[in-house]
């Protein structure tokens, strides 16, 4: 499969907007573009871990960010994957965005992520259905029911 990006933040101005990266290429893509406060090699660096640095084109700093690592198969797409949380706003999130295309990632489709956890095995196909439920709930209630769902708390039949 290829390596793919997305903006996973809704559109707008925001505090913090997050672009996340999942695929093979996924740490020679963030290489290309991040600079980390304190140099790191990802092929060696453990997963779950968040690094602080810059996100760079030619030399000139785009954002001051954190990046969150998640080495395979212990992410959301069983897959070696990074969550690059920027400030906010239009401009800055979609550069970042441009970065990683334009250094190997491909743009993910809607639901991409979700649908490479499935196929992947990270969840069966009621929970990434429950995906797009719980991001369209508006109650608690509604919440509460999509919660049991993901946990794969449907009873079963004989």
């Known amino acids: 499969m290829s390596t793919i990006a997305a903006i996973s933040t809704a559109p707008g101005i925001g505090g913090i907007g ?74 800055v999130v979609q550069k970042i965005l441009e970065l990683c295309l334009k250094n190997g990632a491909e743009l993910a489709e809607p639901g991409e992520f979700t649908k490479r956890a499935f196929l992947n095995g990270r969840m069966d196909l009621s929970q990434a259905e429950a995906v797009i439920d719980i991001i369209n709930a508006k109650t608690r209630k509604r919440i509460k029911g999509i919660h049991s769902s993901i946990r794969g708390k449907f009873i079963r039949r004989n």
């Open 18 to 91: 997050i672009i996340r990266i999942s695929g093979e290429k996924t740490f020679e893509v963030l290489e290309k573009i991040f600079k980390p406060k304190n140099e790191t090699d990802f092929s060696k660096e453990k997963g779950y871990r968040i690094k602080y640095g810059h996100i760079v084109e030619q030399d000139k700093i785009i954002d001051e960010v954190l990046v969150s690592i998640f080495k395979a198969p212990n992410s959301y797409t069983t897959e070696d994957l990074c969550e690059i949380n920027s400030h906010g706003g239009t401009y």
